[in-house]
């Protein structure tokens, strides 16, 4: 059954220190998101790649964000330093691209809780 | 810009009822529109999709939804509900680069 996987599940981390959170993509899949889920915010698109290449990233800060694909298996979302206010669900999700690229379908991660003290 | 705009916050329906969950989107092309369910704790799960064709679609779980161009909208209907459809329902939209941006979402509880 294939899925996206996300590690952690759950994080709870001190203010100023440095979170890395991994996801890997379903096999064969070539676009990658990353969310971040608040109640306050909803669903905030952070990055997205396509074939590994970051596609937009204009929805992180870019100060403390970082996001990366290593390979095609692996995706990263680095926050350094950590705030309170990062404090949320990070999901992320993968979809295969092709021919027309607004039907890429996106398939969710379960995510990753991130909690800020 | 594009945008997903979901009217209801929170909507409560008897069990066995219909539902109809509103969802409206700006978009100057043809969109391609999502809806998903998110259960409590879990991630997002694709209900269906439109990308183009007949303007109704049939998903999983018994849902379907209408595309209509002249409003704008595509609204997500049942015709009866079962407790188990309890959770956050988000309407989406994907842009001509495959970004997909979503609504806020609407919480849907079941009254017994």
């Known amino acids: 059954d294939a899925r996206v996987t996300q590690t952690p599940r759950h994080k709870v981390t001190e203010m100023g220190q440095e979170v890395t959170m991994r996801c890997q993509p379903i096999l064969g899949h070539n676009t990658v998101f990353w969310y971040r889920q608040t109640m306050m915010q909803g669903l905030e698109l952070l990055a997205y790649?396509?074939?590994?290449?970051?596609?937009?990233d204009s929805g992180m800060p870019k100060d403390r964000f970082s996001a990366e694909m290593p390979d095609a298996t692996l995706a990263t979302l680095k926050i350094q330093p950590s705030e309170p206010r990062d404090s949320a669900v990070y999901f992320c999700?993968?979809?295969?691209?092709?021919?027309?690229?607004?039907?890429?379908?996106?398939?969710f991660g379960q995510g990753t809780r991130l909690t800020v003290v | 810009a594009q945008s997903v705009t979901q009217p209801d916050i929170h909507i409560t329906v008897s069990e066995g009822a219909s539902l109809e969950l509103r969802c409206n989107y700006s978009?100057?092309?043809?969109?391609?529109l999502f809806w998903y369910v998110q259960s409590p704790g879990q991630g997002l799960q694709l209900l269906l999709k439109?990308?183009?064709?007949?303007?109704l679609v049939q998903g999983i779980k018994g849902f379907e939804a209408e595309f209509k161009r002249s409003q704008s909208s595509f609204n997500l209907r049942k015709p009866s509900v079962h407790w188990s459809d309890a959770a956050e329902y988000f309407c989406?939209?994907?842009?001509?680069?495959?970004?997909?941006?979503f609504g806020s979402g609407t919480r849907l509880s079941i009254r017994p």
């Open positions: 790649f396509r074939n590994r290449a970051p596609l937009d």
């Open positions: 999700a993968s979809g295969l691209t092709t021919g027309s690229s607004r039907n890429t379908e996106a398939f």
């Open positions: 989406a939209v994907a842009t001509s680069a495959s970004k997909i941006i």
């Open positions: 439109y990308f183009s064709g007949d303007t």
């Open positions: 978009y100057g092309a043809t969109p391609y």
